[in-house]
């Protein structure tokens, strides 16, 4: 039985009608990167009946997605709180639950990766199992509803393949299953090959042009906190107008139309992902878990973006997954997680649709 150690519990600053729990417990084999954390966010009342645990994206955390931080560091206080779906639900008497992946606990001065050459699905869904059995202890509940943001759906709709008596209702908030090519985005196909070339990692959302982007790459804090500073390249006035043109093209935001992505709440999300992500993940076959998805038998609401796109094999698996599916046209990848306008356009549908599936 994993001990699990309360490091806070409390008011939360930019939030006080909200409070905080956090545990930490170790992961085999043990050292100083296997770690995970828990994080349970909560109201004065709880009228949902099922916790809720949100699966994070790729490089994303639960600390990120509650304060929009990394590690404390905070580059701006959320001004629209509920477009944040932790707080959006807490508010609204939902018990909600977040994680924090082993790659939280893996800092940009690491040089040595090579540990994580052994973080694929069987460490990831046994960490995720793991924070479940803290969430019924701690709840009292024995199923919970498990919205998947990006990777967090490939993580979502595997868990539930393994063990479907643990989960009541799956959310996919552009959830990765939909996009196969996020899951064939390395050239590698093995884990040997990996191991021969030590591509043990991957940095956190790579940027392309001059800035090859990770953590350490301080372009995204310093475009926030200088909107004004000039573009390095011809055709953009400020290097925010030169960033957010890159987060459009890669379909993560969309500045130019509605939605209307704001650049700071896009900037602040991409300055706080951690550093690096298991390359073992991507190569890893998850067939074995992808053949049974249609045999889930819980319900499933599909959220999806415009802009990031999907290919037609991507939509039939949709349709066969769930009849549930809202297209957001015009929405970047980030938007449906960080705009004012998701909260009307995704958090109150999903919250519609998890009262109807409630029973």
């Known amino acids: 039985m994993p001990s699990w150690k309360l490091t806070w519990e409390g008011g939360i600053r930019e939030f006080p009608d909200l409070t905080e729990s956090v545990w930490v417990t170790e992961r085999p084999p043990g050292g100083c990167f296997n770690y995970i954390s828990l994080r349970e966010v909560k109201g004065k009342d709880i009228t949902y009946p099922y916790p809720v645990l949100i699966l994070p994206g790729m490089t994303s955390h639960g600390e990120q997605l509650i304060h929009v931080s ?85 993580a979502s709709m595997n868990y539930v393949t393994v063990y479907p008596s643990d989960v009541k209702a799956i959310v996919l908030l552009d959830g990765a299953p939909i996009r196969t090519a996020v899951i064939q985005a390395l050239p590698m196909h093995t884990i040997d090959e990996l191991r021969v070339s030590k591509l043990y990692a991957i940095p956190s959302m790579l940027t392309g042009g001059r800035y090859p982007g990770n953590i350490m790459n301080t372009i995204w804090l310093k475009a926030l906190y200088n909107p004004t500073l000039p573009s390095p390249e011809p055709g953009f006035k400020t290097l925010s107008d030169y960033l957010m043109n890159i987060a459009f093209n890669q379909g993560l935001a969309n500045p130019y139309s509605y939605p209307n992505s704001p650049p700071p709440a896009i900037l602040a999300v991409m300055a706080t992902f951690d550093p690096y992500w298991p390359a073992r993940l991507f190569v890893e076959s998850i067939e074995h878990y992808r053949v049974k998805y249609t045999e889930v038998k819980v319900p499933i609401l599909a959220v999806i973006s415009g802009l990031f796109g999907m290919k037609a094999a991507d939509i039939d698996l949709v349709r066969r997954l769930t009849g549930d599916v809202i297209i957001l046209n015009g929405y970047g990848h980030l938007d449906v997680y960080a705009n004012p306008n998701n909260v009307k356009d995704v958090n109150e549908p999903v919250r519609n649709w998890l009262h109807r599936v409630r029973e």
Do not use: C
Not at 81 to 105: C, E, K, N, Q
Not at 133 to 145: L, P, Y
């Open 70 to 154: 990394w590690h404390g560091i905070q580059p701006i206080e959320p001004t629209i709180p509920d477009s944040m779906i932790p707080i959006y639900l807490a508010r609204r008497g939902y018990l909600v639950y977040t994680i924090d992946y082993r790659t939280h606990f893996v800092l940009p001065d690491v040089k040595d990766l090579s540990f994580m050459l052994e973080w694929g699905w069987d460490t990831w869904l046994s960490d995720i199992r793991e924070a479940i059995n803290k969430i019924r202890e701690t709840s009292g509940k024995d199923r919970v509803v498990l919205i998947g943001e990006s990777f967090g759906g490939i």
